[in-house]
């Protein structure tokens, strides 16, 4: 009897994974279908991989298809690997997280009141190089961490805001930690988290890569892709501006980008961050600590993480977008429960709440809604020019190719794709899934009228030419 029982209960687990794994199989596959998805996802939970998958392909010249050892830029998902640093020079004794960034970095004394901590937590009112930052004049020149310093050091930029007295995401504040890094440690940044994290951890598929600065040939990683200007093609960010790109003369910078992984190893990392075997107690409560600014309001970022807290409720990740590539990592504290994400085109989403869904076994509401087919007539009876209701000198571009919509204006190239989800109206494919509604209607002159909504609120009208 016992081992019938138990029988019973092995059946039942397996077939409750099996269901899992189909459910989001389906998930994903029709993210794929939809041109909303290129990538690899691993899910673990309670120490057992429950999903791990790739969908499409990480060359589009080669064929080769994304798997679960295809490498991806991590973008903004590097900055964690940068804090890890940072602590680890804490611990050796080389820094205390309320030094000073003038103790270390002196030529950028003016900025006299920002502790390294402020770095770390994106309260320091330092200003973004990704918006300061242009392409060299005249010359082909990929700026590095010591371009950057030299920068603002003879531009002496005041502070965007007083320091702590309120949160503002900021990339320069990590290159800044490398910078720190790389001048405590006598090591280049890359050679440092490779040495003491890295290696340590065994993620033998993890490293830094600037592809332009120090190409080179890497098995298995995944080329970064956008879309092809008023195509369904892809193309890579290099072909569509060169040198004066920002991907292009930005490629020597790191701190704030520029880890390439896998999803196998990163999961090894965040097993390492939940199970204290890398970090102590005390150096993980540091990272994960919600904070507050001088005004007493919570600071929801920890050490290169995005942190949340409440009654019940422990869980910390990043998400990246860069140079076609889009990343997502995700750890609940209470559940046991890891979602990684990565993939490399730059309108792909993240379906996180129906992952959560099946997961928890709950009934599961789309999040992203499913194209339907229509014919090559039923289209392109919407194609044409709308003469828009608020400015007689604008007009909307609506095209037809290869079984989408495209939307334009005369003033503007917007390039947006939009996939049928009823006879009259059209999703819009957007980076991250943001809500773009094309709906056409006829009235009754048989006049066809235009309505643009986004998040419900119709935002733009016209009536075809």
């Known amino acids: 009897m016992k081992n019938?029982?138990?029988?019973?209960?092995?059946?039942?687990?397996?077939?409750?994974?099996?269901?899992?794994?189909?459910?989001?199989?389906?998930?994903?596959?029709?993210?794929?279908?939809?041109?909303?998805?290129?990538?690899?996802?691993?899910?673990?939970?309670?120490?057992?991989?429950?999903?791990?998958?790739?969908?499409?392909?990480?060359?589009?010249?080669?064929?080769?298809?994304?798997?679960?050892?295809?490498?991806?830029?991590?973008?903004?998902?590097?900055?964690?690997?940068?804090?890890?640093a940072v602590v680890l020079l804490q611990?050796?004794?080389?820094?205390?997280?309320?030094?000073?960034?003038?103790?270390?970095?002196?030529e950028l004394a003016f900025w006299n009141d920002v502790r390294i901590a402020d770095l770390l937590h994106h309260t320091s009112g330092i200003p973004?190089?990704?918006?300061?930052?242009?392409?060299?004049?005249?010359?082909?020149?990929?700026?590095?961490?010591?371009?950057?310093?030299?920068?603002?050091?003879?531009?002496?930029?005041?502070?965007?805001?007083?320091?702590?007295?309120?949160?503002?995401?900021?990339?320069?504040?990590?290159?800044?930690?490398?910078?720190?890094?790389?001048?405590?440690?006598?090591?280049?940044?890359a050679g440092f988290i490779d040495a003491n994290i890295f290696k340590p951890l065994k993620m033998t598929h993890t490293f830094v890569y600037n592809r332009r600065l120090e190409p080179r040939k890497i098995k298995h990683h995944a080329t970064g892709y956008i879309w092809t200007v008023n195509s369904m093609d892809k193309t890579t960010i290099d072909s569509k501006d060169g040198a004066s790109n920002p991907v292009y003369y930005l490629d020597g910078i790191v701190g704030s980008a520029k880890v390439n992984s896998t999803v196998g190893d990163l999961n090894k990392w965040i097993t390492a961050l939940k199970n204290n075997t890398f970090f102590t107690q005390e150096e993980f409560n540091a990272m994960t600590e919600i904070t507050q600014t001088n005004a007493g309001k919570q600071v929801l970022y920890g050490f290169g993480l995005d942190v949340r807290k409440g009654e019940g409720k422990f869980s910390f990740g990043h998400t990246g977008s860069w140079d076609g590539y889009t990343t997502f990592t995700y750890h609940n504290q209470v559940k046991d429960r890891t979602i990684i994400i990565l993939q490399n085109f730059s309108q792909g989403v993240v379906p996180f709440n129906n992952i959560m869904q099946v997961l928890d076994s709950t009934e599961i509401t789309p999040e992203y809604p499913?194209?339907?087919?229509?014919?090559?007539?039923?289209?392109?009876?919407?194609?044409?020019?709308?003469?828009?209701?608020?400015d007689s000198a604008a007009k909307h571009l609506i095209t037809y190719k290869e079984g989408y919509l495209f939307y334009n204006t005369n003033q503007a190239v917007?390039?947006?794709?939009?996939?049928?989800?009823?006879?009259?109206?059209?999703?819009g494919i957007r980076q991250g899934g943001a809500d773009a509604i094309m709906r056409f209607s006829k009235d009754e002159a048989g006049k066809v009228q235009l309505e643009l909504l986004q998040n419900g609120k119709v935002i733009g009208t016209g009536t075809k030419e």
Not at 91 to 105: F, H, S, T, V
Not at 372 to 389: C, R, V
Not at 418 to 427: G, H, Q, R, Y
């Open 414 to 427: 917007w390039d947006m794709r939009f996939f049928p989800l009823a006879v009259n109206e059209f999703k």
């Open 128 to 189: 973004e190089f990704l918006n300061d930052m242009k392409a060299p004049e005249g010359k082909r020149k990929i700026w590095t961490n010591a371009d950057l310093v030299q920068f603002y050091a003879a531009r002496k930029d005041t502070l965007q805001f007083e320091t702590r007295s309120r949160y503002r995401y900021c990339n320069t504040n990590y290159v800044l930690l490398a910078t720190i890094i790389e001048r405590l440690s006598g090591m280049t940044y």
């Open 91 to 106: 611990r050796q004794g080389k820094l205390n997280y309320e030094d000073k960034l003038a103790q270390y970095i002196p």
């Open 370 to 390: 499913r194209k339907i087919k229509l014919s090559t007539e039923e289209m392109q009876q919407w194609a044409g020019n709308y003469k828009d209701h608020g």
């Open 4 to 84: 019938l029982c138990l029988t019973a209960l092995f059946l039942s687990i397996a077939l409750c994974t099996w269901g899992q794994e189909r459910a989001l199989d389906s998930i994903f596959t029709m993210l794929h279908r939809q041109y909303q998805f290129s990538g690899t996802v691993l899910i673990e939970e309670k120490g057992k991989v429950l999903y791990e998958k790739g969908y499409g392909l990480a060359n589009e010249t080669t064929k080769e298809r994304n798997k679960a050892n295809t490498i991806f830029e991590l973008a903004s998902c590097s900055k964690q690997f940068t804090a890890a």
